[in-house]
């Protein structure tokens, strides 16, 4: 007992003061770092958000999307709990007596220590074999991740020798199951020669201190106090907690628009408290690089580098403007070194990286604050974009077109639109929308059910046009009684938002929201995603509240309620894209999948890629109206992955997705064998 007191005296002054100093360690290195950002909140629904830690910190749940990772780090933390509470246990074990003769809790903490270093031990094995053999391109190995294994294959090692060492001391005598409750170590002390002199134990014990407890206790200094890789083990979990509870790809407007002295984000305290801590959480894996459609098709975007060089742009700035008073800060612009402007532009805002994130690190709404300054404070970007955003602000539309021809689409439905002998529409004609006998304004429907939204695709691009005739002749033949806006519809603003112009897509959000309460609107019907995305969760930021339903989620209604019959068959082969904004943002899988079942001969083949693992076609983000000058097109990338299933259709339900996929179908050449749909357009085929 005199042996074990200054030992254990010894261990509660080195815990204590590890703890006093990783405390103050974590508020200096991270906590006061974070702060540099604006306020956020981030503190509602703290039962939700603890469920979620839980599951995430100690289930794993999104680590098991790809298998061999998610074992092995599963491994590793758990078998690391088992360590720490049978080592804790067995420390506390010896002054109040139950290693004589050991009690069952001693040998229950035995066998859980035991057990914990052997899960380490497979667990690092599989680590070491993907990192320094497999070397996925994904992994950065670096010498602090070599001295991390080597040091903790040395504590495992001597932990168990030493143990070892003392079932051969004691004998099999006093606990004569050591093979039980000590599997491992028992099986190492049939190798040991052990001299029966008496000093010998207490030896042992000054051995175990200096070679093992001392070294374990270095170990996590180096841990918890340095910026190790490890530091994940608790900088994860508090962003975990913080993860934002909405749906993704939600941005958040700039708050106080019309005071703002600035827009987005040029310096890196401008970004929020949340947004500084990802950076900080971010554990360096890869996976979000791995499925990233911007790096895959060879673009100067890594999400992984992006997160990492914005990192340790906060480590070498943030020490500098914490001790400068406010008023003398010169901080570096991000976009200045940081970050390129190719690799900023190259994102499609598809979420995958984030999809892919064991630990819920938000990178779109980072990204978006960045366009947002290069465009409403720099000006700095590309003619592509800067057409867009003219033809937005002229036309109302992406493509520049004349107002007034927003509802010639529908002329083979009856639409005669009104024009006078030079050939210009009526003006009284133009003012009203022009709709007569096939589709009317909403504001002429008797008694209306829904809106039906065309959208700028539905309306100007010769192929989507064709979508929106087959969903009239749907909505028709079910009995819907609908109406659209006509000319008053205008660009519902998401090209606007993604490429960073708040100001312009607020405005033109506005006056949309104004003239749909004006008429009464309750319910909506889009053919867009993203136009589904922002009228349903982003136009509630401005007042705009509404029901809004996509036209998969509307179709399947009406099927499965006998209002729409599908009788005449389409004996071919399909595959499904799920787009990004429709599937990844709003989870919406389902419905277009049962609309493909039940349309007679159709046989749903799925890509590879498919549900929260799908490709994006490269059209988001604004993406759509910018050309791609580096590297593969992303829309033949996944074009190729269509054809790998030797589908006859693709089969689509978003625009964006419809056009990309159609001119890939062309450019690989496959026109002749293959072809793209909207999917109301075969259910258009099967009435």
Known sequence: MKVFLPIILGFLVLFIGLLAISALSFWWRHYR??????????????????????????GHIRFWKELYPGTMHFLIFWGAILIFLGKIVRLFSYPVGLTNPPQDIFKYASFVSEVGG?????????????????????LETKPTNTLIYSWGAVLLMTGYFIKGYRIAIIGSGVV?????????????????????????????????????????????????????????????????????????????????????????????QEYTWKQLLDLEACTNCGRCQDVCPAHLSQKPLSPRRM?????????????????????????????????????????????????????????????????????????????DIRLTLKNLEK????????????????????????????????????????????????????DPEILFWVGCCGS?????????????????????????????????????????????YQTTAEANIGIMKGYGVKKILTLCPHCFHILKNEYPQLGGDFQVIHHTEFLMELIASGRLKLTKPINKAITYHDS??????????????????????????????????????????GRMWMEEHIGTRINQMRTDQAIATEAELIGTACPYCLTMLFDGIKEKGKSETMAAYDLSELVDQSM
């Open 307 to 383: 997160t990492q060089n914005l990192k340790d742009h906060l480590r070498r700035e943030g020490p500098k403007l914490l001790s400068t008073p406010p008023d003398q800060r010169e901080p570096e612009a991000i976009m200045e070194k940081t970050i390129g402007e190719d690799e900023l532009w190259a994102c499609t805002n598809c979420m995958a990286c984030e999809e892919a994130c064991p630990v819920c690190i938000e990178q779109i709404s980072r990204n978006i604050d960045l366009r947002r300054n290069l465009v409403l404070v720099e000006t700095k970007y590309s003619s």
């Open 395 to 446: 036309s109302n539309n992406p493509w520049g077109m004349a107002r007034g021809l927003r509802t010639d689409w529908a002329k083979d439905l009856g639409v005669n639109p009104v024009r006078n002998s030079s050939g210009a529409l009526n003006p009284a004609a133009e003012q009203r929308g022009i709709i007569s006998n096939g589709v009317k304004i909403f504001s002429e429907v008797t």
């Open 580 to 621: 990004c904004y429709l599937g990844r943002a709003n989870q919406i899988f389902e419905p277009p999948r049962k609309i493909i079942q039940s349309i007679p001969g159709l046989r749903l083949i799925e890509m590879k890629r498919n549900y929260n693992q799908s490709f994006c076609c490269g059209a988001g983000g």
């Open 118 to 138: 052997l899960l380490v031990i497979i667990g690092g094995c599989m680590a070491i074999y993907r990192r320094y053999i497999v070397k996925p391109s994904r």
């Open 176 to 268: 004569p199951d050591w093979l039980s409750w000590a599997p491992v170590s028992y099986f190492i002390s049939r190798f040991f020669l052990i001299l029966p002199t008496e000093p010998l134990n207490e030896l042992l014990v000054w051995h175990r201190v200096l070679i093992h407890a001392l070294p374990a206790f270095l170990f996590f200094a180096y841990v918890f106090i340095t910026r190790t890789p490890l530091q994940h083990f608790f900088l994860s979990p508090i962003n975990v907690f913080f993860r934002s509870l909405k749906l993704k790809g939600i941005l958040a407007p700039i708050p106080n628009f019309e005071e703002a002295e600035t827009f987005g984000v040029r310096e890196i």
């Open 460 to 504: 100007f691009d010769a192929r989507n046009q064709k979508v929106a005739t087959s969903m009239v002749k749907i909505l028709q033949a079910s009995g819907i009684r609908f109406g659209i806006l006509g000319n008053e519809e205008g660009c519902c603003g998401d090209p606007a938002r993604r490429i960073g112009n708040e100001y312009l």
């Open 33 to 58: 770092l974070w702060f540099l950002g604006k306020e956020e909140n981030r503190s509602d629904q703290g039962a939700t958000r603890l469920k979620t830690l839980l599951a995430v910190t100690f």
